[in-house]
C-alpha cells in the first residue's frame, strides 16, 4: 500500500493535487493508496472515481481523515 500524507503540504497552504495524482500513476496494479488529509476531499472522490477507484474514508479523531483509494 502506497502512503501519501498531504496535510503539511496544505498546511504550508499549497494544493497537493499534483502530488495526489503522480502518486496514483505511480501505483502498481491493484496496489491501494492510503491518503492523510485535512478535510474530507469531496472532489478528489469524482476524479478518482472516473478512473475506476472506489474509496473509503475515515474521519481521524483530530478531524482529519484517512481515505484508502482501491482501483475497482
Known amino acids: 500500500m502506497a502512503t501519501l ?3 503539511p503540504i496544505l498546511a504550508r497552504g499549497e ?3 499534483d502530488t495526489i495524482m503522480e502518486t496514483v500513476a505511480a501505483l502498481e ?3 491501494p493508496l492510503e ?3 485535512s478535510f474530507e476531499p469531496v472532489p478528489l472522490f ?3 472515481g472516473g478512473q475506476g477507484f472506489r474509496h473509503e ?3 481521524l479523531d483530530n478531524g482529519d481523515y484517512r481515505v ?4 475497482s
Open 35 to 37: 491518503l492523510f488529509v
Open 29 to 31: 496494479p491493484g496496489e
Open 5 to 7: 500524507d498531504v496535510r
Open 68 to 71: 484508502v483509494f482501491q482501483k
Open 15 to 17: 494544493e497537493p493535487f
Open 57 to 59: 474514508a475515515q474521519q
Open 46 to 48: 469524482s476524479v478518482l
